[in-house]
């Protein structure tokens, strides 16, 4: 056989996986490295995103209703925090997902806190979302 | 089928856990770093708040101003703020890692100690710019 560079060498592996199984590299949960670049991915627009927030959330210390309201109208504001929100919620799921993959072993409770996350994820953002588009094109 | 947990009445090695090691600044941000991760997840729900307050008219805006003026609502804020720039910085240490450089000890105490003292600083320089603007 010959040689192949890979993370951990087993004996065995190079009989086991096909030569097809191997240059997919999605490994035996079929998700490879996706769990990992998402995270990078969003990790990365966040940075951006979250430097943004900061300055949006010194702009809106203080401001009056009437302030508020037209800072939180304006699209170069709603359109970066919607981004903001959903890569936000996709890179904690993400996150939170390892968190409990690491400490919950009961394989019950995992997949409920698993569901958990998902639900949490997802209804934030989703109130998030809404009422952003709510300031964007409400009365 | 086998078990993860070892048969009664023998007594395995065991690896050490983190009460075996004196605590590192590189292994405290790791922890830290989840910590603030999760802080963050939960913290998401103040961002929730403050918008669906905004969208929900003058009243329910001022009330939530109002909670977030109290001194427990700047605290929390200010917590928030801290995180938020902790696990930034945090996470661009680690995207430095990724590439696989900076590795030797060295590097990794400085970029661990700047992490802390940047996120520390940004925190504090974003407060005191959020009272004199």
């Not at chain 2, 090695?13 to 983190?18: D, E, F, G, K, N």
């Not at chain 2, 910590?35 to 918008?51: E, K, M, N, P, R």
């Not at chain 2, 003058?58 to 977030?68: D, G, N, Q, T």
């Amino acid at each position: 056989m010959t040689t192949t560079l890979r993370p951990t060498p087993s004996p065995n592996d190079a009989q086991i996986r096909t030569p097809l199984a191997r240059v997919r590299g999605l490994g035996s949960a079929k998700e490879g490295t996706d769990h990992f670049w998402r995270q990078r991915v969003t990790g990365v627009a966040n940075l951006f995103l979250v430097i943004f927030a900061v300055f949006l959330m010194l702009k809106l210390v203080g401001a009056s209703y009437q302030n508020a309201r037209a800072i939180l109208s304006s699209p170069l504001v709603t359109l970066p925090l919607g981004m903001l929100i959903l890569s936000g919620v996709i890179h904690m799921r993400l996150g939170m997902q390892t968190v409990i993959e690491d400490y919950i072993h009961s394989e019950g409770l995992k997949i409920v806190l698993l569901m958990l996350n998902t639900f949490f994820a997802i209804a934030v953002g989703a109130t998030c979302i809404l009422a952003v588009l709510k300031l964007a094109f409400g009365s | 089928m086998a078990s993860a947990k070892p048969s009664a009445g023998t007594q395995r090695p065991i690896s050490p856990h983190l009460q075996i090691y004196s605590p590192l600044i590189n292994m405290m941000m790791s922890i830290i770093h989840r910590i603030t991760g999760v802080a963050l997840y939960g913290g998401t729900l103040l961002l929730a708040f403050y918008l669906v307050s905004a969208a929900s008219g003058p009243e329910a805006y001022y009330h939530a101003k109002w909670i977030f003026g109290k001194p427990i609502g700047l605290i929390i804020l200010f917590g928030y703020t801290w995180a938020l720039f902790h696990h930034m910085l945090g996470g661009i240490r680690h995207m430095i890692w990724d590439t696989g450089r900076g590795f030797d000890l060295a590097t990794v105490d400085r970029l661990c100690w700047g992490s802390l003292i940047g996120s520390i600083s940004l925190t504090i320089l974003v407060w005191v710019a959020a009272f004199m603007l």
